[in-house]
Nanobody
């Protein structure tokens, strides 16, 4: 069993930066693909970014590519999402997830087994 806890959300002005973290307990994250998803009010949960377990390859949604960076520190059992040049449309609850999706399915929320409780990110215009 893996427990995931996100932190670092908050309110930021458009153009600003924020880093959210996801700390795990119960089992090492090193064997899992880690993903970040977000859900805005009235919208479906959407893929934001993922990082592979072994080679550290990263994957991003087109909407955040070039602005967001996902990273992991296996020694700290923690995954990060650095968000720069934030836009009001980035406002959402951000969730981290751990699982074993293939490279073809890592954008699908259903392929992740463990989820955090989410952290709110609000970007004001």
């Amino acid at each position: 069993q893996v427990q995931l806890v996100e932190s670092g959300g908050g309110l930021v002005q458009a153009g600003g930066s924020l880093r959210v973290s996801c700390a795990a307990s119960g089992r090492t994250l090193s064997n899992y693909v880690m993903g970040w998803f977000r859900q805005a009010p009235g919208k479906e949960r959407e893929f934001v970014a993922a990082i592979s377990a072994n080679d550290g390859n990263t994957y991003y949604a087109d909407s955040v590519k070039g602005r967001f960076t996902i990273s992991r520190d296996n020694a700290k059992n923690t995954v990060y999402l650095q968000m720069n040049s934030l836009k009001p449309e980035d406002t959402a609850v951000y969730y981290c997830a751990a699982g074993l999706p293939t490279i073809y399915s890592l954008t699908r929320a259903g392929r992740y087994r463990y989820w955090g409780q989410g952290t709110q990110v609000t970007v004001s215009s």
